[in-house]
T-cell receptor, first 116, second 116 residues
Framework: AQSVAQPEDQVNVAEGNPLTVKCTYSVSGNPYLFWYVQYPNRGLQFLLKYITGDNLVKGSYGFEAEFNKSQTSFHLKKPSALVSDSALYFCAVRDPTKAAGNKLTFGGGTRVLVKP | EAGVVQSPRYKIIEKKQPVAFWCNPISGHNTLYWYLQNLGQGPELLIRYENEEAVDDSQLPKDRFSAERLKGVDSTLKIQPAELGDSAVYLC??????????????FGPGTRLTVL
């Protein structure tokens, strides 16, 4: 069965500093990987995805993520965090093989707090 | 372009009462999902529709939950009777799949259900 782990419940960072949110995954096939962000009382918003090709993926709002197959990781990064980046971040994985049922599995989420 | 619309945004009911949630997906999106999100956790899939067909309802508690997607557009999720443990946020999402599982999902704002 596929799974996603976000080892940190919360990440605190000062505004202007680099931000990293960690994600590791487990699937039987080649994964499709996604990052979503959720602001209070809002639905999830898509940030970026990895399907194939270049391991470094760039997304919305200056975020990027690096796919590392050997470490089964897909960490989200931003070079310079903003206070407005404070939110709940979810990593998700999809195993496109038929046996996996085409299901998107989310991690438990990481709360990011950017302090001025 | 309008996003995924859900109503109501908030619902408070007494246990054993019925409740229904409505979702209007993004125009042209043939795939629709209902997720349950508990506080501070990632969404968990309840049911996935491809057009009118429920292709994955394995996580839907069928003794009390039901869903329908008439004409392959709007969808309704119903709980009858509601239990205290059903208190959560119910998210609807849609995507343009057509056999392409790498497409991102677009989420509505959710319905926050409180069962007293």
């Amino acid at each position: 069965a596929q799974s996603v782990a976000q080892p940190e419940d919360q990440v605190n960072v000062a505004e202007g500093n680099p931000l990293t949110v960690k994600c590791t995954y487990s699937v039987s096939g080649n994964p499709y990987l996604f990052w979503y962000v959720q602001y209070p009382n809002r639905g999830l918003q898509f940030l970026l995805k990895y399907i194939t090709g270049d391991n470094l993926v760039k997304g919305s709002y200056g975020f990027e993520a690096e796919f590392n197959k050997s470490q089964t990781s897909f960490h989200l990064k931003k070079p310079s965090a903003l206070v407005s980046d404070s939110a709940l971040y979810f990593c998700a994985v999809r195993d496109p093989t038929k046996a996996a049922g085409n299901k998107l599995t989310f991690g438990g989420g990481t709360r990011v707090l950017v302090k001025p | 372009e309008a996003g995924v619309v859900q109503s109501p945004r908030y619902k408070i009911i007494e246990k054993k009462q019925p409740v229904a949630f409505w979702c209007n997906p993004i125009s042209g999106h043939n795939t629709l999902y209902w997720y349950l999100q508990n506080l501070g956790q990632g969404p968990e899939l309840l049911i996935r529709y491809e057009n009118e067909e429920a292709v994955d309802d394995s996580q839907l508690p069928k003794d009390r939950f039901s869903a329908e997607r008439l004409k392959g557009v709007d969808s309704t999720l119903k709980i009858q009777p509601a239990e205290l443990g059903d208190s959560a946020v119910y998210l609807c999402a849609s995507s343009l799949e057509g056999g392409q599982p790498y497409n991102e999902q677009f989420f509505g704002p959710g319905t926050r259900l409180t069962v007293l």
